[in-house]
Structures are given as C-alpha cells and as structure tokens.
C-alpha cells in the first residue's frame, strides 16, 4: 500500500518540530561541564601577598601537607580536641569485702548444665487413670511426666498452670522452673 504524497508532506513538516524539540529537551539535561578557571598571577611573588588578608585562603598553599602537632592531637571518630575531652577511666567497684570469694564447684557448674532445657512446658493434664501429667514437648515429640518423675538426675517436683519445676536430686537448692507460653 502506497502512502499518499499529502500525508507524507505532513509528516515531513511534523518531524521538523518534533525533532527540534527533542533535541533542545536533550541539549538542556547534559550535563555541563566546566573548567575550573585557574587565575594566573600577574607576577610571580603575588600570591603570598595577595594572601595575606585572607587566612583561610591562606591555608590554601598547604593543602598536601600534614599538619603541625597541636593539630594532630584530635579524636578521629569525634572530632573533638583531646586537651579538651579528658579520657576517663572505667570505674570499677571496690570489693565489698576483702575476704575473696568463694570459687564455684564444678560439680554444681555440670549439674545446672544438665538442667532439662530442652523440654518446653505446655500445661498440665488431669485424667482419672493416670492422675496429674505434666505435658512437655521435647523438640518434635510429646511428653508426659508425672509428678515425682525424674529426668537426667533432675526431679519434678511442681506443676502448675503456668510453670512446671524441676530440683536437682544431687544439690537440693539448685531448681530449674519452665514457663508455659500462651502463644504456642
């Protein structure tokens, strides 16, 4: 099929404007750059001169150079003088007495460390065959213990709603509590 000539005419005097507005729209985003205009001084010694009333300037000529002492001594991460931000000293408590404490028993240390954590406590379940349970899962697998049951030297003792607690058969004082959690 053949385009007529009218409509080819149109067109071309569409894409003229077309293309010219194209290309201002690009001209405008690129990017500018421009040189940095390098002042040249008129004669060779003129720069400290002119220098001179303009300290900041004048910090200018030393730009690759470390600075003196005095201005080295700053905090890196604060930027904070350090004749100014005295370093302080972490307190430590003096002891209450001056008798040394006790050293742990490594027996207690491994009994604690065998305490039943691997069980989590559900609650508890009241039967008539079997009396009061203790429901526990350990990992993936249901358990039940009565109460009085003993597991890995750890007896339990208590059960409760909430709670369910275990003493340890070699150190009476030592108990180990699991918490029931509601959103289980």
């Known amino acids: ?24 729209f690009l001209f405008r985003s690129a990017p500018t750059t421009r040189r940095a ?44 003088d350090a004749r100014t931000a005295p370093v302080s000293k972490p307190h430590v408590p003096a002891p209450a007495s001056d008798e040394p ?10 009994a604690l460390a065998s305490a039943p954590r691997g069980l989590r406590y559900l609650g508890f379940l009241r039967g008539a065959p079997a009396g009061l349970l203790a429901a526990f899962m350990a990992g993936e697998e249901p358990l039940t213990l009565p109460p009085g049951a003993d597991r890995n030297g750890w007896r339990l003792v208590a ?26």
């Open 37 to 80: 205009s390098t002042a040249q001084p008129s004669q060779a010694g003129s720069w400290p001169l002119a220098l001179q009333g303009l300290p900041r300037l004048q910090n200018l000529q030393r730009a690759g150079e470390l600075p003196t002492d005095g201005g080295m001594r700053r905090d890196l991460f604060l930027f904070e």
């Open 101 to 110: 404490l006790p050293a742990p028993d490594p027996d207690r240390i491994l």
């Open 1 to 24: 099929m053949r385009v007529p000539t009218e409509v080819r005419r149109m067109l071309r005097l569409a894409a003229i404007p077309a293309f010219g507005v194209l290309g201002f």
């Open 159 to 184: 059960v409760a709603e909430e709670a369910a607690t275990f003493r340890n058969q070699r150190f009476p004082d030592l108990t180990f509590t699991l918490h029931a959690k509601g959103d289980s």
